[in-house]
């Protein structure tokens, strides 16, 4: 490809990473210090730590579908599988401590009637408390969210990896082993991206003030702010990211 | 006699700091980022890894420091995300920093100072995020100052990477820069050091008797921490023995480090152990019948 088709694909990915990232934040389930005491509903953890968890799970699983594939679907999907592994696993052992070891009913604190399963929720519900552990609308949501995140995510660490670092540019620039440039060009790839996704994760944690349930709360209604804060911080990171890849000479 | 009495009560209750940081939070900005941004211009291989150390530690104390004055109004995620913030920019500012020296390193040996382009142009950013987390219409998180400490948070964040990637490397060269501090896998320690040295301080500290110099020595403390694992990097990865950049300058620089740490920590503890109030037995809470 041309130098300047690659640019606008390393800036385009990084646009889409960034803002997948945002919406993927707005989708799970996240109780925060309420949720600790299970006064609320959702994984008792800020935002950072799950989305950044799940980034990182998915980006393991992404980088090593990339050492043998470049299908740039292939791999980006693979990188939301992982997300997908990791929030399922948390959100599933979260309900187990909740329900077997303080004896809470995962309830909702926002809906009446749950939105997918129809079933009551107030009734359910302990007064003066916010909900309990992670319902099935919750849980729905933040498997789609951990899908949407990772896929960003690795979709950032494909264009970062193959076009905006290639191992075959370094090994020309200055005469190392393929396998070494490999390592570099992977390394450099992933912190960037860990990078990248961080700062856009936190913009949209920003937005929902700490606490969100999935896309039945009334929070949700926020998403379109944070997608235009992300989507510019998103392309001011991309383009940065290409100043990067010319000026070191790795396009 | 009453008076001076009651004066010298008074003087009791207030338990006075053992010793203070004498800039207020502005003047330590800008005592640490000059101090800072002095030892990244000068040329890497002229500067021992101890000096480095040292920018290392002015510049993580000016982000914890930034960190506190943010999250004192209550960001609504928790401290630590805004210093993750700020090494995720951090990170991005680095690699524009090194990237800016290999253009310039053709004109002379003070290229080292095109790495503020990068740490410049993290400032815009983190101010423009400031700007969009801050505005009534878009994000509206209404908290003073947040613009400023978004601005000096990608700041501090670029300068303690490049500082790091210099300790590493032995200077901000672009290629050993990528297979020392990158290729290794030592950034990933790196990024998660610096972010603790930035958001572990005032989580740990925060309260309502939480007091500025206990924060800022935490601050110290792990910013030591993580020099001794920068020198253990260095003194493993390094080629020559002698001269700066060797295995000896990694020594010097973990003795260095340990120091540090142990001075900072034994300092913490007795702070802690100073601010603490006694707590006397209560027995069961009452129940309301």
């Known amino acids: ?251 | 006699m009453g008076e001076e009495e009651q004066k010298e009560e008074e003087e009791e209750k207030k338990p006075k700091a053992e010793f203070k940081f004498p800039p207020d939070e502005t003047g330590l900005g800008i005592i640490s980022a000059v101090i800072a941004v002095i030892i990244v211009i000068l040329p890497g291989t002229w500067v021992p890894a101890v000096i480095k150390a040292i920018g290392v530690i002015f510049a993580l104390l000016w982000g914890a420091d930034s960190v506190r004055k943010t999250s004192k109004y209550g960001l609504g995620t928790g401290v630590p995300s805004i210093g993750v913030l700020a090494m995720g920019y951090g990170i991005i500012g680095a690699l524009l920093g090194i990237a800016f020296v290999k253009f310039a390193e053709p004109m002379g040996p003070f290229s080292s100072v095109a790495a503020l382009g990068g740490v410049l142009l993290m400032a815009v950013v983190g101010y423009i995020s400031g700007v969009f987390s801050n505005h009534e219409k878009i994000i509206a998180m209404k908290i003073p100052g947040l613009e400023r400490g978004m601005m000096e948070l990608g700041m501090a964040g670029s300068i303690a990477m490049l500082l790091q990637f210099s300790i590493v490397a032995g200077s901000l060269s672009f290629d050993k820069v990528l297979s020392t501090a990158i290729g290794t896998g030592a950034i990933a320690l790196m990024f998660v050091l610096s972010m603790m040295a930035m958001f572990h301080p005032y989580n740990a500290c925060l309260g309502p008797d939480e007091k500025r110099p206990r924060t800022l020595v935490t601050s110290v403390e792990i910013s030591g921490l993580l020099c001794l694992i920068l020198g253990i990097v260095l003194a493993a990865t390094a080629t020559p023995v002698w001269g700066l950049g060797g295995v000896v300058d990694g020594v010097i620089l973990i003795a260095f480090s340990g120091i540090v740490w142990l001075v900072f920590y034994v300092k913490f503890v007795k702070e802690c152990m100073r601010e603490s109030d006694s707590v006397v037995g209560t027995g069961l809470i009452r129940t309301i019948e």
């Open chain 1, 1 to 251: 490809m041309d130098p300047i088709t690659i640019l606008l694909v390393v800036v385009g990915c990084v646009i889409v990473g960034g803002v997948f990232a945002s919406l993927g934040v707005h989708l799970l389930p996240v109780g925060g210090a309420p949720a600790a005491m299970g006064t609320a509903t959702g994984i008792a953890t800020g935002t950072i730590m799950l989305m950044l968890g799940a980034a990182v799970t998915g980006l393991f699983t992404a980088s090593t579908v990339a050492t043998f594939s470049t299908n740039i679907l292939l791999v980006s999907f693979s990188g939301a599988v992982g997300s997908w592994i990791m929030m399922g696993v948390t959100m599933l052992m979260a309900n187990v401590i909740y329900v077997f070891g303080s004896g809470l009913v995962p309830v909702s604190g926002r809906v009446e009637v749950d939105p997918i399963t129809k079933e009551p929720q107030t009734p359910y519900k302990t007064p003066q408390c916010d909900g309990h552990g992670i319902p099935t609308v919750s849980y729905i949501s933040g498997m789609a969210g951990a899908f949407i995140g990772g896929f960003g995510g690795a979709i950032m660490y494909f264009a970062l990896l193959n076009y905006a670092f290639p191992a075959e540019r370094l090994v020309e620039l200055f005469a190392w082993e393929l396998g070494k440039a490999a390592t570099v060009s992977a390394t450099m790839a992933a912190i960037a991206a860990i990078g990248i996704f961080v700062a856009n994760a936190i913009l949209a944690a920003y937005n929902i003030g700490g606490t969100i349930e999935g896309f039945h709360d009334p929070k949700f209604k926020r998403l379109p702010k944070a997608l235009f804060s992300c989507f510019f911080v998103s392309l001011f990171c991309g383009v940065f990211v290409c100043v990067v890849a010319l000026l070191g000479g790795l396009i």
